[in-house]
């Protein structure tokens, strides 16, 4: 992946757009296109693009972020040498995956998420991360989905920066929940607008009644998990914890 050659151009910083509204220009023999950031499809597209955009220009540290804090979580609950079998839900082009095999033992990583172009970009740019890779919609998952996932008996689940902003519904991540074990890790990171009380995306009550009834929460760390376009940063919670029982 050569990203130095795409030719990208930002728009001027005082522009303050939601995050979800986010664009660029990206330049190539075709002309000029302008795609926003969550137009996953377009940019997965493109090898090295979303690694520009997101990681190099905006400088997001999350997967570094919530892999650390699994480790370091796992590190103080004596299993550093457990081998995990991880749900990678929302796992985009792979970045995820690569940090994950990086930072602890994994037995299987087994990659979902709900737009073909993912599944693509990780066959073309990180053939060897995933076990399996599924383009599915856990929100309505059928009996078959849900049976070639339950077979991986997962005892991890990670979500990297996938929830709320119309990307994973709140009925979706309860679903990928029920799926793994009790006393599996539980590793995610959401913008902390949405674990406040002036939410609109349905997150901060799913969160209070899980982590009332069902998670049990190690570690919830505010950080920033990228800038803006405009170089502000974007607070995010990484949340840790352990599953007690189904959702
Ligand atoms: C910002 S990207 C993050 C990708 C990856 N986790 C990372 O950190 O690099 C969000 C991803 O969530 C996926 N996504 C959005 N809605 C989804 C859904 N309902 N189910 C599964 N994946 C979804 C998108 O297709 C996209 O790949």
New binding site residues.
């Given amino acids: 992946m050569d990203s130095c050659k795409l030719q990208i151009e930002y728009p001027s910083k005082a522009s303050m757009l939601e995050q979800n509204e986010e664009w660029f220009h990206l330049t190539t023999d075709e002309g000029q296109q302008r795609i926003r950031i969550?137009e996953?499809?377009r940019v997965?597209d493109v090898p090295g693009l979303?690694e520009e955009v997101?990681y190099n220009k905006l400088q997001?540290d999350?997967?570094q972020v919530i892999t650390g804090l699994l480790k370091e979580a796992m590190e103080v609950h004596g299993e550093k040498d457990s081998a995990l079998r991880v749900l990678?839900?929302?796992?985009?082009?792979?970045?995820?995956g690569e940090y994950l095999q990086e930072a602890v033992d994994t037995e299987a990583i087994v990659g979902?998420?709900?737009?073909d172009e993912?599944k693509k970009a990780v066959d073309r740019d990180r053939p060897d991360i995933y076990d399996d890779y599924y383009v599915?919609?856990?929100?309505i998952p059928d009996d078959k989905e849900m049976q070639a996932l339950d077979r991986w008996n997962f005892n991890a689940l990670i979500?990297?920066?996938?929830l709320g902003f119309?990307?994973?519904?709140t009925q979706?991540f309860i679903n990928a929940f029920n799926l793994v074990e009790n006393n599996s890790w539980i590793v995610f990171n959401i913008k902390d607008r949405f674990l406040g009380d002036a939410d609109d995306s349905g997150y901060n009550q799913t969160m209070r009644e899980m982590i009332g009834q069902s998670l049990n929460v190690h570690r919830k760390h505010h950080y920033c998990h990228r800038l803006s376009m405009a170089g502000e940063p974007l607070h995010y919670y990484a949340i840790v914890g352990r599953k007690e029982n189904n959702f």
Avoid: E, R
Avoid at 136 to 139: A, E, I, K, P, V
Avoid at 166 to 169: A, E, H, K, L, R
């Fill in positions: 969550h996953y499809d997965y979303y997101v997001c999350s997967p990678d839900f929302g796992a985009g082009n792979g970045i995820v979902v998420d709900i737009i993912a599915m919609d856990l929100s979500t990297v920066a996938a119309g990307d994973i519904p979706a």
